[in-house]
């Protein structure tokens, strides 16, 4: 059995106030104090859009830019503009070709229905009931 923690690993006191629990994905719990959490979150990295469009989906800015003018600066699905939001990027899952551009919502829908044309003509087919 684990001796209960008493401080961080850089030696802070952990108090009900002061402690940070969660429970990772792999179902280990961790104990962080606040002041190491918000330091680590301070020592983050920023989101860099330009590094994470050309690492993901091999795309730069202007290829960014060149697919939002052509669909005129709306979702390519439902139409509407995205305000101040950014659109995200749709690929397929398979064979990793990007479609187009779509708003939040309806890229997770399309997530939602495994990306699958059949589902999606079910889903057609029960709304026109």
Do not use: W
Not at 2 to 26: A, I, S, W
Not at 114 to 123: H, Y
Request: with cysteine.
């Amino acid at each position: 059995m684990r001796k209960r923690l008493t401080h961080c690993r850089r030696g802070h006191k952990f108090t009900p106030e002061n402690t940070y629990v969660r429970t990772r994905g792999d179902g280990r719990v961790t104990h962080e104090c606040v002041q190491c959490k918000k330091k680590r979150r301070v020592l983050r990295k920023p989101y860099d859009r330009k590094k994470y469009l050309t690492l993901t989906y091999g795309l730069t800015n202007e290829d960014y830019s060149i697919m939002l003018n052509d669909q005129n600066g709306v979702c390519g699905i439902c139409e509407e503009d995205p305000g101040d939001r950014r659109l995200s990027v749709d690929h397929d899952h398979q064979t990793g070709r990007i479609r187009g551009l779509l708003c939040r919502t309806c890229n997770a829908g399309l997530g939602m229905l495994k990306d699958s044309e059949q589902i999606l003509a079910r889903a057609t087919k029960y709304l026109t009931q």
